[in-house]
């Protein structure tokens, strides 16, 4: 399965364990019902905002709930998601990285990086995941959540 459809059907996994329609759901994380709705029918994947959302209201793995991990860490402890600049600028010294390396080994443009790092944008959970995989390391890192 891809992280689409792993995303889809670990929302709805969520949603019925915590007995929310997505009208409810919509409600509790400030978004459009459609929205939700359409997240929960694998028609595309959440921005970044409304992603870190729906990880901190359901204080679950951002890996798990992509399906890029089979652990959905229960009962763990998450720190705080930081700002993804902050979080890019710790990993690239963290780990002695360039924002060259990581826009070549990841075909990802170096004005998205910089703007990434300079101008506050966020990425894509596809490049979310893009730079999780060029650290070796967990979404739940790349955000802060875990040390």
């Known amino acids: 399965?891809?992280?689409?459809?792993?995303?889809?059907?670990?929302?709805?996994?969520?949603?019925?364990?915590?007995?929310?329609?997505?009208?409810?759901?919509?409600?509790?994380?400030?978004?459009?019902?459609?929205?939700?709705s359409e997240l929960a029918r694998g028609k595309f994947l959440p921005t970044y905002s409304t992603f870190c959302k729906i990880i901190e209201y359901f204080s679950c793995s951002a890996d798990y709930i992509l399906g890029l991990s089979d652990d959905p860490k229960e009962n763990a402890v998450f720190w705080e998601i930081q700002p993804f600049a902050t979080a890019l600028r710790e990993a690239l010294s963290r780990f002695g990285k360039s924002q060259y390396e990581l826009e070549k080994e990841q075909s990802i443009s170096g004005s998205i990086v910089y703007d990434w790092l300079f101008n506050g944008a966020l990425p894509s959970i596809p490049n979310l995941c893009k730079v999780a995989r060029f650290f070796d390391c967990t979404i739940d890192f790349l955000l802060g959540r875990e040390k």
């Open 1 to 36: 399965m891809d992280i689409l459809s792993n995303f889809s059907e670990r929302l709805n996994e969520y949603m019925q364990y915590a007995n929310l329609n997505s009208v409810a759901l919509s409600e509790k994380l400030g978004v459009a019902r459609s929205t939700v």
